[in-house]
């Protein structure tokens, strides 16, 4: 088309290019429309398939732990039955290994009784004390062993120091609370312990020196239930330490508590089993159905998806036309000022008004409006 003859067209040609030029705003404009759509769907299938694994991942936690739960409570129960088996084990060979003691022991401590009688109806009968045969006694008195001598360094310590440091302290929080009062602290604490040894060494005139040989006497039987005691112990502490159950009569609560180990490790395998067939069948089956059920949602956004990337394509490829042919035929030779929709508008006006009758005499009036 010349460009002579553009001009000499009447307003049909205006009407057709503002037409087209109103077509592409409107193409440009769905296109805008398919791009917001496009990011909603986008979201929209982010959103299902992240809730689809969700989903899935949830559901597999779930039934993994309650085939794990179900087993555990076997497992559980089973345990509490072996503890309970095995508390009565316990108290039956405790049982049986007192009577052992008691059986092993019981010579030593019968004669451990008769010499305790015998000093005492001894000492009974010569007038000597009672509590001339306690242990105390003899730590006073006639000490003999290393335990023995630290029993009495502690019993002196406490009379010595301990009780005259306390009646002083008393002494200082009441009578002698204000004024130095050192020098009769130090008279009192001297007082008590003179005191203290006045009594000791009256105790053992009337005692030890007047009943030597009973109390001499005395000490060696009481050596005697001291090894005696020691003998008892080791053998109390032998017979703990013996690893072999077998003189207890035991067996039926190894056997029943075998039997429940080896249910317990019947449970343990079918859990592992439970746990594998899970993982390599049910897990699969789980993700298929939810997968499945949730599938037309997702293939209906997929299908929007591909339905709007079409539709994307085509409105591109005619935008892309019509701006070729806008620019082919209208711009070309109106000029590109002049091809807009307000503009066009404007020329056909004064051709309708009847001020032009051709393009070239619509632009020049319009230049002269404009001017």
């Known amino acids: 088309m010349a460009a002579d003859n553009v001009y000499d067209e009447d307003q049909e040609y205006l009407i057709e290019a503002r037409d087209t030029i109103s077509e592409l705003e409107d193409l440009k404009?769905?296109?805008?429309?398919?791009?917001?759509?496009q990011k909603k769907n986008k979201r929209a299938i982010v959103r299902e398939e992240r809730a689809t694994g969700d989903e899935i991942s949830a559901t597999l936690k779930k039934r993994k732990e309650q085939i794990a739960a179900s087993y555990d409570r076997q497992i559980d129960v089973n345990n509490s039955k072996i503890r309970q088996v095995q508390t009565k084990k316990d108290k039956k060979k405790s049982q049986r290994m007192e009577d052992r003691i008691?059986?092993?022991?019981?010579?030593?401590?019968?004669?451990?009784?008769?010499?305790?009688?015998?000093?005492?109806?001894?000492?009974?009968?010569?007038?000597?004390?009672?509590?001339?045969?306690?242990?105390?006694?003899?730590?006073?008195?006639?000490?003999?062993?290393?335990?023995?001598?630290?029993?009495?360094?502690?019993?002196?310590?406490?009379?010595?120091?301990?009780?005259?440091?306390?009646?002083?302290?008393?002494?200082?929080?009441?009578?002698?609370?204000?004024?130095?009062?050192?020098?009769?602290?130090?008279?009192?604490?001297?007082?008590?312990?003179?005191?203290?040894?006045?009594?000791?060494?009256?105790?053992?005139?009337?005692?030890?020196?007047?009943?030597?040989?009973?109390?001499?006497?005395?000490?060696r039987t009481r050596d005697k239930i001291i090894a005696n005691e020691k003998a008892v112990k080791a053998i109390k502490n032998s017979i703990a330490k013996d690893k072999d159950e077998s003189i207890y009569?035991?067996?039926?609560?190894?056997?029943?508590?075998?039997?429940?180990?080896?249910?317990?490790?019947?449970?343990?395998?079918?859990k592992l089993d439970a746990l594998r067939t899970f993982e390599k069948e049910t897990k699969q089956l789980i993700t298929d159905e939810i997968t499945g059920r949730r599938k037309e949602k997702m293939d209906r956004l997929k299908s929007e998806r591909d339905t709007l990337e079409n539709d994307f394509g085509d409105t591109q490829k005619k935008i892309s036309e019509y701006e070729l042919m806008i620019t082919n035929k209208y711009e070309t030779y109106l000029g590109k000022d002049f091809c807009t929709e307000e503009k066009l508008s404007d020329l056909i006006s004064i051709m309708e008004e009847g001020s032009a009758s051709t393009v070239a005499e619509a632009i020049k009036v319009y230049k002269g409006d404009d001017r």
């Open 102 to 219: 008691n059986k092993e022991t019981a010579d030593i401590r019968e004669e451990n009784r008769q010499l305790n009688a015998a000093i005492k109806t001894l000492f009974k009968k010569n007038h000597v004390p009672a509590f001339c045969n306690t242990k105390i006694y003899y730590c006073l008195f006639s000490p003999k062993g290393m335990s023995e001598f630290l029993e009495l360094l502690v019993i002196l310590l406490v009379t010595c120091g301990g009780i005259p440091a306390a009646v002083i302290a008393i002494l200082m929080n009441t009578k002698f609370k204000t004024g130095n009062h050192t020098a009769m602290c130090v008279l009192i604490a001297a007082l008590i312990i003179i005191t203290e040894f006045i009594i000791y060494f009256i105790v053992f005139n009337l005692t030890k020196v007047k009943h030597r040989d009973l109390i001499r006497e005395g000490r």
């Open 29 to 37: 404009d769905k296109l805008e429309e398919i791009k917001l759509l």
């Open 249 to 270: 009569r035991l067996g039926k609560y190894d056997k029943k508590i075998q039997e429940l180990e080896d249910a317990g490790g019947v449970i343990s395998d079918e």
